[in-house]
């Protein structure tokens, strides 16, 4: 049977993350795990529907709506969970800090330990897992934090799961990693993945090569109006936080994740202000 592709779409409303499983003839293998408990078990429950094991679990990058689910997938089972290096690493760096920041927010639904990566893989691996086979791209530090990998099937599905770095007609995280590694990554993949027919992103319906596109100039738009707001200094005050947020939310109406366009602001303008005093 052709490998077939299923998308599970959080109830968590504020993120919406996406995770999926891929589905062979005798097995699943899921990409990423949710952030909240409930999701975890909502995904899960969806791969049990399907009637076959689960093979393995790609984790694309290491932010929490991406990895936290992992624990409830494996609570039962012994499954293997692939992952570029950096993103085992990034996991390892910034668990506490999470807990610590988002866990009384979430309060029950927050998953207080991560399951981590337990196979490394590398840059250009082919990946069997089960009878699937992927294609790895580490592309570093230039997405939605410092550790960012693309999983390509490269079976009649021609499909790419590219995590974050892509977010379909959804107001963008920008406050981990660097907008100019990312920019740069849009315009090297933009050629190398022009034959992959879909793109499964982490946050919104799946893409296609011209969103790769758009995505650059939402982020040209993003920072030539921080340098506006800020008077080229990339300094907000609450006055120029407020004109730009009105800007880019007036800009972008049909777009979800509002709550991020305030939340990069400081970060990319002091990575803008650095280019400034070199
Ligand atoms: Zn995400």
Known sequence: MKTKIHTYTSQEPMM??????????????????????????????????LQKPISGIILTHGHPDHVAGTYHLKEHADIPVFAVPS???????????????????FGQEWIPEWSYPTELVNN???????????????IGAGGDCDAN?????????????VGDLLY??????????????????????????????????????????KDFGKQQAYFLRYCSEVLKATNGTG????????????????????YGCQFMVGLSADRVGKELAGIHQH
């Open 16 to 49: 919406k993350v996406n995770a999926f499983i891929v589905e062979g003839a005798n097995e699943l293998v899921i990409v990423d795990t949710t952030l909240t408990r409930s999701d975890s078990l909502g995904l899960k429950q969806q791969a049990d529907a």
């Open 124 to 138: 250009g691996d082919q990946v069997r897992i089960g009878d699937i086979t992927f294609s790895v791209l580490d």
């Open 149 to 161: 990998s693309i999983w390509l099937l490269e079976d009649e599905n021609r499909a790419a799961f």
């Open 168 to 209: 379909k007609n959804n107001h963008t995280y920008m406050n981990d990693g660097g907008i100019l590694r990312w920019l740069s990554n849009l315009e090297t993949l933009t050629p190398a993945l022009k034959d992959f027919g879909s793109f499964y992103v982490g946050h919104g319906a799946v893409c296609d090569i």
């Open 87 to 105: 993103v085992k690493q990034l996991m390892l760096d910034t668990e506490q800090i999470k807990h610590a920041q988002w866990s009384g927010m």
């Open 235 to 254: 300094i907000f005050n609450d006055n120029s936080r407020k004109l730009f947020e009105q800007t880019m939310l007036s800009a972008y109406p049909d």
